[in-house]
């Protein structure tokens, strides 16, 4: 069974930073997509990155050049480093498994696409 569990989340003021990781179970973990997505409230839920099994990562517009996206294979973990936060990215932040390498479904992050989820972990930016 593939889980997937989320940890980093918390309160911080704009432009501060924190730092998302995700743990992975049940899965060959290096030869999966995985990608962080958020939902605010009253919102759908959109893709924030992605990273390919090759290294290959894309990121949201409005997230580019304050987020990035890593991996660590040997520990199954994917991480979200998140640099000079704002109000707007307040959301909960979601972890996904595409079963797949990569390819344009992985990187353009279509949800329905990934197929384990983790619980979330909230993220919260005070102004």
């Known amino acids: 069974q593939v889980q997937l569990v989320e940890y980093g989340g918390g309160s911080v003021q704009a432009a501060g930073s924190l730092r998302l990781s995700c743990v992975g179970s049940?899965?060959?973990?290096?030869?999966?997509?995985m990608a962080w997505f958020r939902q605010a409230p009253g919102k759908e839920r959109d893709g924030v990155a992605v990273i390919d099994s090759y290294g290959t990562s894309n990121y949201a517009v409005g997230v580019k050049g304050r987020f990035s996206i890593s991996r660590d294979n040997a520990k199954n973990t994917l991480y979200l480093q998140m640099n000079s936060l704002k109000p707007e990215d307040t959301a909960m932040y979601y972890c996904?498994?595409?079963?797949?390498?990569?390819?344009?479904?992985?990187?353009?992050?279509?949800?329905?696409?990934?197929?384990?989820w983790g619980q979330g972990t909230q993220v919260t930016v005070s102004s």
């Open positions: 049940g899965y060959v973990f290096n030869t999966a997509c």
């Open positions: 996904a498994l595409y079963p797949y390498r990569g390819g344009s479904t992985c990187l353009s992050m279509r949800a329905p696409a990934f197929v384990h």
